[in-house]
Protein backbone atom coordinates (compact mmCIF):
# COMPACT_ATOMS: atom_id res chain seq x y z
CA UNK A 1 0.00 0.00 0.00
CA UNK A 2 1.24 3.06 -0.81
CA UNK A 3 1.97 6.36 0.94
CA UNK A 4 -0.92 8.15 -0.74
CA UNK A 5 -3.36 5.39 -0.10
CA UNK A 6 -2.73 5.88 3.31
CA UNK A 7 -3.42 9.05 3.36
CA UNK A 8 -6.09 9.74 1.08
CA UNK A 9 -9.41 9.00 2.56
CA UNK A 10 -11.63 6.21 0.88
CA UNK A 11 -14.31 7.23 -0.88
CA UNK A 12 -17.49 4.41 -1.53
CA UNK A 13 -18.06 4.67 -4.96
CA UNK A 14 -21.87 3.98 -6.38
CA UNK A 15 -22.37 0.19 -5.50
CA UNK A 16 -23.51 -2.23 -7.19
CA UNK A 17 -25.87 -5.34 -5.36
CA UNK A 18 -25.36 -8.51 -7.02
CA UNK A 19 -27.96 -10.57 -4.22
CA UNK A 20 -31.05 -8.31 -3.65
CA UNK A 21 -34.55 -9.98 -3.75
CA UNK A 22 -38.28 -8.69 -5.07
CA UNK A 23 -41.48 -9.38 -3.63
CA UNK A 24 -43.20 -10.36 -6.51
CA UNK A 25 -46.35 -8.23 -7.58
CA UNK A 26 -49.61 -9.98 -6.46
CA UNK A 27 -50.65 -9.77 -10.18
CA UNK A 28 -47.21 -10.84 -11.98
CA UNK A 29 -48.78 -14.41 -13.79
CA UNK A 30 -52.52 -13.59 -13.60
CA UNK A 31 -51.60 -10.56 -15.94
CA UNK A 32 -49.58 -12.94 -18.66
CA UNK A 33 -51.57 -15.91 -18.66
CA UNK A 34 -54.76 -16.73 -20.44
CA UNK A 35 -57.77 -16.34 -18.00
CA UNK A 36 -58.52 -20.30 -18.27
CA UNK A 37 -55.20 -20.53 -16.15
CA UNK A 38 -56.02 -17.58 -13.13
CA UNK A 39 -56.28 -20.47 -10.31
CA UNK A 40 -53.46 -22.70 -12.08
CA UNK A 41 -50.31 -20.34 -11.86
CA UNK A 42 -49.33 -18.47 -8.40
CA UNK A 43 -52.13 -16.13 -7.44
CA UNK A 44 -52.81 -14.30 -4.32
CA UNK A 45 -56.02 -14.84 -1.73
CA UNK A 46 -56.47 -12.81 1.36
CA UNK A 47 -57.16 -15.01 4.56
CA UNK A 48 -56.56 -14.58 8.15
CA UNK A 49 -54.27 -16.14 9.62
CA UNK A 50 -51.52 -16.63 12.36
CA UNK A 51 -47.79 -18.29 12.48
CA UNK A 52 -47.01 -21.25 14.60
CA UNK A 53 -43.35 -19.57 14.52
CA UNK A 54 -40.18 -21.75 13.33
CA UNK A 55 -39.57 -24.91 12.51
CA UNK A 56 -36.58 -26.87 10.42
CA UNK A 57 -39.27 -26.72 7.64
CA UNK A 58 -39.22 -23.05 7.93
CA UNK A 59 -41.88 -20.80 9.16
CA UNK A 60 -45.54 -22.24 9.91
CA UNK A 61 -48.61 -20.73 9.34
CA UNK A 62 -52.34 -21.72 9.99
CA UNK A 63 -55.39 -19.74 8.25
CA UNK A 64 -58.08 -19.66 11.33
CA UNK A 65 -60.60 -16.20 11.30
CA UNK A 66 -60.98 -17.57 15.05
CA UNK A 67 -58.00 -17.43 16.37
CA UNK A 68 -57.23 -14.52 18.44
CA UNK A 69 -53.31 -13.63 17.07
CA UNK A 70 -55.22 -13.99 13.15
CA UNK A 71 -54.48 -10.96 10.93
CA UNK A 72 -55.13 -10.61 7.29
CA UNK A 73 -52.64 -11.71 4.83
CA UNK A 74 -51.70 -12.35 1.44
CA UNK A 75 -50.94 -15.76 0.77
CA UNK A 76 -49.91 -17.12 -2.18
CA UNK A 77 -51.42 -20.04 -3.73
CA UNK A 78 -50.64 -22.55 -6.63
CA UNK A 79 -51.60 -26.10 -6.49
CA UNK A 80 -51.45 -27.51 -3.17
CA UNK A 81 -48.48 -25.49 -1.86
CA UNK A 82 -49.03 -22.01 -0.02
CA UNK A 83 -46.40 -19.50 0.87
CA UNK A 84 -46.88 -16.78 3.27
CA UNK A 85 -44.38 -13.58 3.90
CA UNK A 86 -43.25 -12.31 7.12
CA UNK A 87 -40.93 -10.01 7.99
CA UNK A 88 -37.60 -11.68 7.47
CA UNK A 89 -38.80 -11.36 3.56
CA UNK A 90 -39.46 -7.46 4.03
CA UNK A 91 -37.59 -6.23 7.12
CA UNK A 92 -36.17 -2.78 5.84
CA UNK A 93 -37.30 -0.01 6.88
CA UNK A 94 -38.54 -1.57 10.53
CA UNK A 95 -36.58 -1.82 13.74
CA UNK A 96 -35.33 -5.10 14.83
CA UNK A 97 -37.92 -5.28 17.78
CA UNK A 98 -40.67 -5.78 14.88
CA UNK A 99 -38.79 -8.73 13.72
CA UNK A 100 -41.74 -10.84 13.83
CA UNK A 101 -43.07 -13.96 12.33
CA UNK A 102 -46.51 -12.11 11.93
CA UNK A 103 -47.76 -12.89 8.06
CA UNK A 104 -48.23 -9.86 6.09
CA UNK A 105 -50.52 -8.37 3.21
CA UNK A 106 -49.56 -5.84 0.48
CA UNK A 107 -51.09 -3.44 2.47
CA UNK A 108 -51.71 -1.49 5.22
CA UNK A 109 -48.15 -0.23 5.42
CA UNK A 110 -47.24 -4.37 5.57
CA UNK A 111 -43.83 -4.07 3.91
CA UNK A 112 -41.93 -1.25 2.35
CA UNK A 113 -43.06 -0.49 -1.61
CA UNK A 114 -39.74 -0.87 -2.64
CA UNK A 115 -40.27 -4.80 -1.85
CA UNK A 116 -42.47 -5.37 -5.20
CA UNK A 117 -42.60 -2.18 -6.36
CA UNK A 118 -39.90 -0.66 -9.62
CA UNK A 119 -40.38 3.04 -8.66
CA UNK A 120 -39.93 2.40 -5.28
CA UNK A 121 -37.03 0.83 -5.27
CA UNK A 122 -35.30 2.86 -7.78
CA UNK A 123 -35.86 5.37 -4.99
CA UNK A 124 -34.91 2.94 -2.06
CA UNK A 125 -31.24 2.36 -4.10
CA UNK A 126 -30.80 5.85 -4.55
CA UNK A 127 -31.33 6.31 -0.88
CA UNK A 128 -28.62 3.45 -0.12
CA UNK A 129 -25.58 4.77 -2.96
CA UNK A 130 -26.26 2.11 -4.81
CA UNK A 131 -26.25 2.53 -8.92
CA UNK A 132 -27.26 -1.16 -9.93
CA UNK A 133 -29.47 -4.16 -8.16
CA UNK A 134 -29.44 -7.59 -9.29
CA UNK A 135 -33.18 -9.41 -7.65
CA UNK A 136 -33.46 -13.38 -6.70
CA UNK A 137 -36.92 -14.52 -6.41
CA UNK A 138 -39.11 -14.99 -3.50
CA UNK A 139 -42.25 -17.00 -3.97
CA UNK A 140 -40.86 -19.03 -7.07
CA UNK A 141 -38.21 -19.95 -4.22
CA UNK A 142 -34.45 -18.64 -4.94
CA UNK A 143 -34.14 -20.81 -7.95
CA UNK A 144 -37.44 -21.89 -8.81
CA UNK A 145 -38.33 -24.50 -6.62
CA UNK A 146 -41.96 -23.76 -6.24
CA UNK A 147 -42.35 -24.96 -10.13
CA UNK A 148 -40.22 -28.18 -9.89
CA UNK A 149 -42.23 -29.29 -7.27
CA UNK A 150 -45.31 -28.88 -9.46
CA UNK A 151 -47.97 -31.74 -10.65
CA UNK A 152 -48.55 -30.15 -14.34
CA UNK A 153 -45.15 -29.38 -16.07
CA UNK A 154 -46.66 -27.47 -18.91
CA UNK A 155 -48.53 -24.95 -16.42
CA UNK A 156 -45.30 -24.99 -13.89
CA UNK A 157 -43.27 -23.99 -17.58
CA UNK A 158 -45.56 -21.55 -18.35
CA UNK A 159 -45.22 -20.17 -14.76
CA UNK A 160 -41.77 -19.90 -15.46
CA UNK A 161 -41.81 -18.18 -18.80
CA UNK A 162 -43.87 -15.79 -17.22
CA UNK A 163 -41.82 -14.73 -14.57
CA UNK A 164 -38.95 -14.50 -16.85
CA UNK A 165 -40.70 -11.81 -19.01
CA UNK A 166 -41.75 -10.23 -16.68
CA UNK A 167 -38.64 -9.88 -15.10
CA UNK A 168 -36.76 -8.47 -18.27
CA UNK A 169 -39.58 -6.71 -19.40
CA UNK A 170 -41.31 -4.86 -16.73
CA UNK A 171 -39.20 -4.97 -13.48
CA UNK A 172 -35.66 -4.32 -15.30
CA UNK A 173 -37.22 -2.39 -18.19
CA UNK A 174 -38.19 1.22 -18.82
CA UNK A 175 -36.51 3.39 -15.89
CA UNK A 176 -34.97 -0.09 -14.51
CA UNK A 177 -33.18 -0.49 -17.54
CA UNK A 178 -29.07 -0.89 -16.39
CA UNK A 179 -30.25 -0.41 -13.16
CA UNK A 180 -32.02 -3.73 -12.25
CA UNK A 181 -29.87 -6.45 -13.50
CA UNK A 182 -32.24 -9.71 -15.02
CA UNK A 183 -31.91 -12.76 -13.50
CA UNK A 184 -33.96 -15.39 -14.43
CA UNK A 185 -35.35 -18.66 -13.59
CA UNK A 186 -35.06 -22.05 -15.81
CA UNK A 187 -37.07 -25.47 -15.69
CA UNK A 188 -35.41 -27.70 -13.24
CA UNK A 189 -36.68 -30.91 -14.28
CA UNK A 190 -35.32 -30.79 -17.63
CA UNK A 191 -31.55 -29.62 -18.63
CA UNK A 192 -32.02 -29.57 -22.26
CA UNK A 193 -35.77 -27.07 -21.68
CA UNK A 194 -33.44 -25.41 -19.04
CA UNK A 195 -30.66 -24.46 -21.80
CA UNK A 196 -33.53 -23.62 -24.77
CA UNK A 197 -34.71 -21.19 -21.67
CA UNK A 198 -31.50 -19.46 -21.25
CA UNK A 199 -30.81 -18.75 -25.13
CA UNK A 200 -34.48 -17.26 -25.21
CA UNK A 201 -33.86 -15.13 -22.26
CA UNK A 202 -30.43 -13.95 -23.49
CA UNK A 203 -31.83 -13.12 -26.95
CA UNK A 204 -33.97 -10.69 -24.45
CA UNK A 205 -31.55 -9.34 -22.69
CA UNK A 206 -30.88 -11.44 -19.56
CA UNK A 207 -27.19 -12.47 -18.98
CA UNK A 208 -27.69 -14.28 -15.30
CA UNK A 209 -29.98 -17.55 -14.17
CA UNK A 210 -30.11 -19.01 -10.67
CA UNK A 211 -29.40 -22.24 -10.01
CA UNK A 212 -29.66 -24.44 -7.29
CA UNK A 213 -26.11 -25.28 -5.41
CA UNK A 214 -26.65 -28.75 -4.41
CA UNK A 215 -29.01 -30.15 -7.31
CA UNK A 216 -29.27 -33.43 -5.49
CA UNK A 217 -30.83 -32.24 -2.25
CA UNK A 218 -34.01 -31.54 -4.93
CA UNK A 219 -34.09 -34.74 -6.07
CA UNK A 220 -31.99 -33.71 -9.31
CA UNK A 221 -28.72 -35.14 -10.80
CA UNK A 222 -25.51 -33.71 -9.02
CA UNK A 223 -22.97 -31.20 -11.06
CA UNK A 224 -21.06 -34.71 -12.12
CA UNK A 225 -23.43 -36.71 -13.01
CA UNK A 226 -22.88 -34.63 -16.71
CA UNK A 227 -26.83 -34.07 -16.80
CA UNK A 228 -26.53 -30.69 -16.84
CA UNK A 229 -24.26 -30.21 -19.46
CA UNK A 230 -26.91 -29.16 -22.21
CA UNK A 231 -27.89 -26.14 -19.60
CA UNK A 232 -24.06 -25.23 -18.34
CA UNK A 233 -23.10 -25.09 -22.43
CA UNK A 234 -25.84 -22.93 -22.95
CA UNK A 235 -24.64 -20.67 -19.58
CA UNK A 236 -21.20 -20.01 -21.45
CA UNK A 237 -22.01 -20.24 -25.03
CA UNK A 238 -24.77 -16.88 -23.57
CA UNK A 239 -22.35 -15.07 -21.48
CA UNK A 240 -25.04 -15.82 -18.72
CA UNK A 241 -23.77 -16.43 -15.16
CA UNK A 242 -24.96 -18.80 -13.06
CA UNK A 243 -25.76 -17.89 -9.50
CA UNK A 244 -26.16 -19.84 -6.46
CA UNK A 245 -27.86 -18.21 -3.73
CA UNK A 246 -27.62 -20.21 -0.17
CA UNK A 247 -30.78 -21.98 0.41
CA UNK A 248 -31.21 -23.02 -3.84
CA UNK A 249 -31.26 -26.71 -2.56
CA UNK A 250 -34.23 -25.89 -0.15
CA UNK A 251 -31.63 -27.27 2.65
CA UNK A 252 -29.71 -26.10 5.04
CA UNK A 253 -27.65 -26.80 8.23
CA UNK A 254 -27.66 -27.00 11.40
CA UNK A 255 -27.04 -29.77 13.98
CA UNK A 256 -30.40 -31.06 15.50
CA UNK A 257 -33.91 -30.04 16.23
CA UNK A 258 -33.19 -28.30 19.35
CA UNK A 259 -30.32 -26.22 17.88
CA UNK A 260 -30.92 -22.82 18.50
CA UNK A 261 -32.35 -20.29 14.93
CA UNK A 262 -28.86 -19.25 15.17
CA UNK A 263 -26.73 -22.22 14.39
CA UNK A 264 -29.21 -22.39 11.59
CA UNK A 265 -28.33 -18.42 10.75
CA UNK A 266 -24.61 -19.50 11.07
CA UNK A 267 -23.84 -22.41 9.27
CA UNK A 268 -25.69 -21.01 5.88
CA UNK A 269 -22.52 -20.22 3.82
CA UNK A 270 -21.97 -24.43 4.16
CA UNK A 271 -24.30 -24.44 1.22
CA UNK A 272 -21.79 -22.15 -0.82
CA UNK A 273 -18.74 -24.19 0.36
CA UNK A 274 -20.19 -27.07 -0.72
CA UNK A 275 -21.18 -25.72 -4.35
CA UNK A 276 -17.94 -24.08 -4.62
CA UNK A 277 -16.05 -27.67 -4.25
CA UNK A 278 -18.51 -29.47 -6.35
CA UNK A 279 -17.59 -27.08 -9.55
CA UNK A 280 -14.02 -27.27 -9.41
CA UNK A 281 -13.64 -31.03 -8.64
CA UNK A 282 -16.37 -32.04 -11.14
CA UNK A 283 -14.30 -30.88 -14.01
CA UNK A 284 -16.82 -28.05 -14.77
CA UNK A 285 -14.95 -25.19 -14.69
CA UNK A 286 -12.02 -26.85 -16.77
CA UNK A 287 -14.74 -28.40 -18.93
CA UNK A 288 -16.28 -24.83 -19.96
CA UNK A 289 -13.38 -22.65 -19.18
CA UNK A 290 -15.54 -18.86 -20.27
CA UNK A 291 -18.24 -20.18 -17.57
CA UNK A 292 -19.00 -17.84 -14.55
CA UNK A 293 -20.74 -18.40 -11.36
CA UNK A 294 -21.02 -16.79 -8.25
CA UNK A 295 -21.98 -17.50 -4.79
CA UNK A 296 -24.72 -15.05 -3.59
CA UNK A 297 -24.96 -14.29 0.10
CA UNK A 298 -22.08 -17.47 1.25
CA UNK A 299 -19.49 -14.93 2.16
CA UNK A 300 -15.74 -15.62 1.58
CA UNK A 301 -13.63 -16.12 4.71
CA UNK A 302 -13.88 -19.96 4.79
CA UNK A 303 -12.67 -19.61 1.13
CA UNK A 304 -9.13 -19.76 1.87
CA UNK A 305 -8.69 -22.76 3.75
CA UNK A 306 -10.90 -24.90 1.05
CA UNK A 307 -8.49 -23.79 -1.77
CA UNK A 308 -5.43 -24.98 0.28
CA UNK A 309 -7.40 -27.90 1.13
CA UNK A 310 -8.47 -28.96 -1.98
CA UNK A 311 -5.18 -28.10 -3.95
CA UNK A 312 -3.32 -30.48 -1.06
CA UNK A 313 -5.86 -33.30 -2.44
CA UNK A 314 -5.56 -32.81 -5.66
CA UNK A 315 -1.04 -32.64 -5.64
CA UNK A 316 -1.49 -36.15 -3.72
CA UNK A 317 -3.77 -37.92 -6.93
CA UNK A 318 -5.19 -39.83 -4.46
CA UNK A 319 -5.87 -43.31 -6.92
CA UNK A 320 -9.53 -43.73 -5.56
CA UNK A 321 -10.80 -39.98 -7.76
CA UNK A 322 -7.65 -39.54 -9.63
CA UNK A 323 -8.49 -35.77 -9.87
CA UNK A 324 -4.95 -35.04 -11.68
CA UNK A 325 -6.68 -36.93 -14.68
CA UNK A 326 -9.94 -34.37 -14.91
CA UNK A 327 -8.21 -31.32 -13.66
CA UNK A 328 -4.82 -30.32 -15.38
CA UNK A 329 -4.45 -27.89 -12.95
CA UNK A 330 -5.10 -27.16 -8.58
CA UNK A 331 -8.45 -27.04 -8.22
CA UNK A 332 -7.92 -23.23 -6.60
CA UNK A 333 -6.54 -22.04 -10.31
CA UNK A 334 -10.53 -22.24 -11.66
CA UNK A 335 -11.57 -20.76 -8.91
CA UNK A 336 -9.63 -17.81 -9.00
CA UNK A 337 -10.82 -17.40 -12.78
CA UNK A 338 -14.29 -18.62 -12.74
CA UNK A 339 -16.01 -18.54 -9.04
CA UNK A 340 -17.19 -15.31 -8.21
CA UNK A 341 -18.41 -14.56 -3.78
CA UNK A 342 -20.37 -12.32 -2.61
CA UNK A 343 -20.17 -10.51 0.86
CA UNK A 344 -21.95 -7.91 3.02
CA UNK A 345 -20.05 -7.92 6.17
CA UNK A 346 -17.37 -10.40 6.06
CA UNK A 347 -14.10 -8.38 7.76
CA UNK A 348 -11.97 -11.71 7.99
CA UNK A 349 -12.96 -12.48 3.80
CA UNK A 350 -11.64 -8.65 2.98
CA UNK A 351 -8.70 -9.53 5.14
CA UNK A 352 -7.92 -12.83 3.76
CA UNK A 353 -8.55 -11.08 -0.12
CA UNK A 354 -5.05 -12.00 -1.03
CA UNK A 355 -5.20 -15.79 -0.94
CA UNK A 356 -8.88 -15.20 -2.00
CA UNK A 357 -8.20 -12.87 -5.30
CA UNK A 358 -9.79 -9.80 -4.84
CA UNK A 359 -10.36 -9.65 -8.15
CA UNK A 360 -13.46 -12.66 -7.62
CA UNK A 361 -15.30 -10.94 -4.64
CA UNK A 362 -18.37 -8.85 -5.51
CA UNK A 363 -20.97 -6.54 -2.90
CA UNK A 364 -24.39 -7.08 -2.00
CA UNK A 365 -26.78 -5.50 0.11
CA UNK A 366 -29.37 -8.05 0.46
CA UNK A 367 -32.77 -5.76 0.18
CA UNK A 368 -35.42 -6.34 1.58
CA UNK A 369 -34.40 -9.17 3.90
CA UNK A 370 -33.79 -8.88 7.67
CA UNK A 371 -29.78 -9.71 7.08
CA UNK A 372 -30.07 -6.19 4.33
CA UNK A 373 -27.91 -2.91 5.16
CA UNK A 374 -29.99 -0.54 3.47
CA UNK A 375 -30.00 2.26 3.73
CA UNK A 376 -26.56 2.61 5.54
CA UNK A 377 -24.39 0.53 3.31
CA UNK A 378 -22.43 2.89 2.08
CA UNK A 379 -21.20 3.45 5.56
CA UNK A 380 -20.89 0.28 6.16
CA UNK A 381 -18.54 -1.02 3.32
CA UNK A 382 -16.80 2.03 4.09
CA UNK A 383 -16.13 0.66 7.61
CA UNK A 384 -15.04 -2.89 6.07
CA UNK A 385 -12.75 -1.22 4.07
CA UNK A 386 -11.16 1.09 6.67
CA UNK A 387 -10.60 -2.03 8.99
CA UNK A 388 -9.76 -4.61 6.27
CA UNK A 389 -7.01 -1.90 4.88
CA UNK A 390 -8.32 -2.04 1.50
CA UNK A 391 -6.82 0.76 -1.32
CA UNK A 392 -9.15 3.28 -2.68
CA UNK A 393 -8.76 0.81 -6.10
CA UNK A 394 -9.91 -2.10 -4.23
CA UNK A 395 -12.57 -0.69 -2.87
CA UNK A 396 -13.74 0.11 -6.24
CA UNK A 397 -13.21 -3.34 -6.99
CA UNK A 398 -15.48 -4.29 -4.61
CA UNK A 399 -18.26 -2.03 -4.92
CA UNK A 400 -18.90 -2.06 -8.04
CA UNK A 401 -15.52 -2.95 -10.68
CA UNK A 402 -16.38 -7.19 -10.19
CA UNK A 403 -19.72 -7.15 -10.76
CA UNK A 404 -19.37 -5.60 -13.82
CA UNK A 405 -16.08 -7.65 -15.06
CA UNK A 406 -18.34 -10.50 -13.95
CA UNK A 407 -21.87 -9.81 -15.81
CA UNK A 408 -20.04 -7.50 -18.73
CA UNK A 409 -22.57 -4.95 -17.32
CA UNK A 410 -20.86 -2.44 -19.43
CA UNK A 411 -21.41 -4.29 -22.81
CA UNK A 412 -25.00 -5.31 -21.79
CA UNK A 413 -26.32 -2.24 -20.00
CA UNK A 414 -23.98 -0.09 -20.34
CA UNK A 415 -23.04 0.57 -17.00
CA UNK A 416 -19.73 2.45 -16.73
CA UNK A 417 -17.26 1.59 -14.69
Not at 77 to 96: D, H, K, S, T
Not at 386 to 399: S, Y
Request: hydrophobic residues 40%; contains cysteine.
Amino acid sequence: MSTADVLTPLVVPRLISIDDHVIEPPTLWTDRVPQRLAEAVPHIRRVKAYSQGWTQDGMQFVQDDSHPDARWADVWEYEEQRIYLYRGYAAVGFPRDEMDSKPLSYIDDDMRPGCYDQTSRLADMDRNHTEASMCFPTIPRFCGQLFLRANDKDVAFTSVQAYNDWMIEDWCGGAGHGRLIPLTLVPLWDAELAAAEVRRCAEKGSHSVTFSEIPPFLGLPSIYSGYWDPFIAACEETETVINMHIGSSSRTNTTGPDAPHLMHLALLFENGMHAMMDWALSGKLAQFPDLKIALSEAQAGWMPFILERMDKVWERNDPVDQLQTVLKEPPSSYIRRQVFGCVYDDLHGLRSRNEISLSQLMFETDYPHADSTWPGSKDLLHQLATDAGLNQHELWQLARGNAIACYQLDRHFGIQA
